[in-house]
């Protein structure tokens, strides 16, 4: 089973970076057929056009979201199964749920008011 998921890991690890390096030529010579023209710029080499496109992507995405735009009913989904998962507990549960959850985040209403009874 190990060896699957190490195979299935490296298998995408291998696309992403063939898929970076497609993107880096196609921004290459984008940028080689427009800007030269029309700014008066230099020309890209490759590995300014992979470059390019790396820093585009870290300035206008983030680091960690490389994933294609999420549709929002992705978390909408999400949001119905927690909120289904709730509906099934029993009260006591929910309240130690509740309470649980109120004691690691400490963003919860009952620390709230705690924090109101104080100042």
């Excluded at 190990?2 to 898929?19: F, H, N, P, Q, S």
């Excluded at 080689?32 to 890209?44: E, T």
């Excluded at 870290?58 to 009913?73: K, N, T």
């Excluded at 119905?80 to 400490?106: I, T, V």
Aim: aromatic fraction near 10%.
């Amino acid at each position: 089973m190990k060896a699957w998921w190490l195979k299935k890991a490296a298998a995408v690890v291998a696309m992403t970076v063939v898929t970076i390096l497609a993107l880096g030529g196609v921004v290459m010579v984008l940028w080689n057929a427009v800007v030269p023209d029309v700014s008066g710029a230099p020309p890209l080499t490759y590995w300014q056009g992979v470059a390019l496109l790396l820093l585009t992507q870290i300035l206008l995405r983030g680091v960690g979201r490389w994933r294609a735009y999420q549709h929002p009913s992705s978390r909408d989904q999400w949001k119905h199964k927690f909120e289904e998962k709730l509906a099934s507990m029993a009260p006591e549960e929910r309240e130690r749920f509740k309470a649980e959850w109120d004691r690691r985040c400490g963003c919860g209403s009952e620390h709230k008011a705690e924090s109101q009874k104080q100042e």
